[in-house]
């Protein structure tokens, strides 16, 4: 759309009276109050970017194509629908015409209750302007909705007969009203009104219908709903004669005919569409909790899901699996990590992918590149538990990383790997928080029917699956080819989005997210999670209004202040037992649980945790500096029960044998005051790998790491130690590897960040200012030469100084060019107040402020007319 179009040169500010309808899109928006235009950018932030100089400006941006394509794509399926029934009503169309198109012939009393408020919708996101007796859609909205051999409208109409007539020869458009029963015209133009008046003429039409044979009825009624299109063979059938001959089918090209729009209505009943949605898809329960039963099980959930991310990092305390050369974590390792977890592959995947996106996971940056835990994740245990779980739900709402991609393709047809590049989706995070938000408005307890769900989302966004010419005619109507036989063959032009649309298949990824994290409970919304999306407890809004920075912080903060008391309070002890096991009776404190951890492996988990101590398990804590006297005495501190007799065998005999063998560097060595200990691995078959040989009658060389010695002698048996260059022993501790410091990955979002109201504000200020500046109507000296609309003025050092003198000394505004250090252009208006030093300094109506201007940046002055100061 050009500036022409929303600005004519013939326009002059002033001269339209208030009561006379806008001509362009310019001056309707002129005509907005600021809450208007506030209302118009809330709703497309994309015209912020940048602000504007002007309203033309403001219309010419909203036109383009690029804007009004993220426009349609925001609006409902009515709303929609209302605008590809103006894409295909006369330009401009008046409220009854657009009313006849929604409503057909029998009309419907919730798309007259509904329609206002649809036509009102598109006129605030400057889609539509004009009065209601002059509705018109901007021009780039129509050409997207409008119908094409290429882009076939959604309404599944056709072009009209004048359309599809242009460039047929006079004679042959004789031929068609003369079978048409019409009396011959003297020129094409009065002959194609003819026709269009015979078709939009119900009774007339039905008449000419009542001659048609029955089979090329059946033809009209196969092609009525859309697409339009039909292939017809050289000698086609009488049937599709008779239709062609009348004007009934129109050729599109050689080989394919038409159905004209003004015949299509009146088959249809006068109606655009065939299945007009003005009320959204009621929300229907699947089932129904108590409260108290919904934030039970969603604190269960909550508590499990803090225990999977401590023992998914845990895990990964000594260094985690390699980095993918092309990023991302290797399928062998997402196996092994759901084996650890217990889950399936895709939980393990997200569980990754929410500790990354919240900052506790991340790649070390080493050459050779490995995950592990990053120093974010030992504050987060510091935190209460409820703390801990309002972090990952933060994180997991706001993240645009989608987990549920991994496994499937890009566009190069490369696999999407967890923790790896291509997983952000823009719309993530919105389609989360709108089906929480949905969920929200049942009754408390109440979970929602996801197929209602899904088919709710649909509505409220019928092309975020693609663009609007990639949506399906309204009836999912088929072509037809009208050959012999009248065989009819589709020609389809897209296709209605499905459950695999990437909008639905967000929604029911978030579903069984919220679960696993305990956002909801039974497939309802829990307490906590109504106060992390800033929704009252008792009853829901229709939007949150809790979206970043302080505001999420604190409904954070609230989330976990209501889930603190539902989780299982921590204990500080463990009850021990004679097979060798330890059951906690619930949560352990976090200095017990660390400790215990290293000194026994888990064997189950549940309401209560067993451990089970094994001669690995008590090695590894002597490993971490723990002598035998230090674990019996933290047994004994902690159980409830004293330390049965088999666990302090076994304590004692792992601490005898431990470190009875020491292992260095040479490549490796083995050094033991036992020779006969050092003949006996010798000995062992099981030590060829290892290529021992022995250089001293107490040492051993090995032809291999340190590590590797240490994993074959203890695979054998042994208990070696590993030991430092001066020979003492090297403690291992649980959390001696992490990454440096690193931040959690900034959400990729989809468009631009939503203005807040001091943004808002400030915008409309400045638009109305430099529309001030770019209308006022200036006084034109006698001897200065003609320019354009919207021309720098351009006027000598002298005069612009003698202009904004005189100006100063009487107090009025002037109108001045200004060119700034970075070489920009611009027009404004201002009301000088001192001259002086080379600098004019003055009320800059256009920046609402005072500013002072260099006099030699100034290309022009001119003053503002008499009515305009």
Sequence with gaps: MGIGELDREAHVPGETSAAAAPRTLAEALRARGDEGLVALLRARPDLLSPVPNDLTQLA?????????VRALERLDRFALQTAEALAVAPDPA??????????????????????????????????????????????TARELLAPSPQHPSPTGLGPTVSESTAGMSPGRIQEIIAAAGLPATHDPVSAVAALTELFTD????????????????????????????????????????????????????????????????????????????????????????????????????????????????????????????AGGLSVRDLKRTAVALDVAEPVAAFWLELCYGAGLLASDGEADERYAPTPAYDDWLDLPPAERWAR???????????????????????????????????????????????QATLEPGAAADPAALLARLRWERPLRGGTAQAQAQDGAGRGASAGTGMGMAPTAYGTTPGPTDLRSRLALWTLGEAEMLGITGRGALASPARALLNLPLAEAVAEPVAEHGVELSVAAARAATLLAPLLPEAVDHVLLQADLTAVAPGPLRRPLADTLSVLADVESKGGATVYRFTPGSVRRALDAGRSASDLQDFLTAHSRTPVPQPLSYLIDDVARRHGHLRIGAASAYVRCDDDAMLGEILADKRSASLRLRRLAPTVLAAQTDPGALLDGLRSMGYAPA???????????????????????????????????ATLLGAAVRAIRAGDLASTAVRKERPEAPARAAGELPRTSSAETLATVQAAAMTGSA???????????????????????GGFVTGYDHTADEVRTYPLHRITGVAELAEDQV
């Design 202 to 325: 119900r009774d007339r039409m039905g008449a000419l219908l009542d001659t048609a044979p029955p089979e090329a009825l059946a033809v009209l009624d196969r092609l009525v709903w859309g697409p339009p299109y039909g292939e017809v063979t050289a000698n086609p059938a009488p049937p599709v004669r008779w239709l062609r001959d009348r004007g009934l089918l129109l050729p599109a090209s050689p080989r394919t005919v038409v159905l004209p729009r003004e015949a299509a209505l009146h088959l249809r009943g006068g109606r655009a569409h065939r299945s007009p949605e003005p009320r959204a898809p009621e929300l229907t329960v699947l089932r129904e909790y108590r409260p108290q039963v919904v934030d039970n099980a969603a604190a269960g959930q909550a508590h499990a899901a803090l225990a999977t991310v401590e023992e998914l990092l845990k895990s990964w305390d000594q260094g985690g699996p390699a980095v993918l050369r």
């Design 722 to 756: 590993a030991e430092s260059a001066a020979g003492d022993v090297l403690i291992t501790r649980a959390d001696a590897y992490r990454t440096g410091a690193r931040t959690a990955p900034a959400p990729v979002p989809d468009g631009p960040p939503a203005p807040d």
């Design 60 to 68: 010419t941006r909203a036109g383009t194509r690029g804007s009004v």
């Design 94 to 139: 008046p409220y009854a015409v657009l009313l006849a198109l929604l409503t057909g012939d029998d009309g419907d009393p919730d798309i007259e209750a509904a329609l206002p408020r649809a036509v009102e919708s598109l006129r605030e996101q400057a889609l539509v302007w004009g009065e209601d007796d002059r509705l018109r859609l901007v021009r």
């Design 814 to 836: 002037v109108w001045i060019g200004y060119v700034n250090a970075e070489g920009a252009a611009s027009q404004r208006v201002i009301a000088p107040v001192r001259v002086e």
């Design 392 to 438: 990952l739900a933060t994180a997991w709402l706001t993240a645009t990383r989608t987990a549920g991609l991994v496994g499937g393709q890009d566009a190069k047809g490369r696999t999407l790997s967890t923790l790896g590049p291509d997983l952000d989706r823009g719309a993530a995070p919105e389609v989360r928080r709108r089906v929480l938000t949905l």
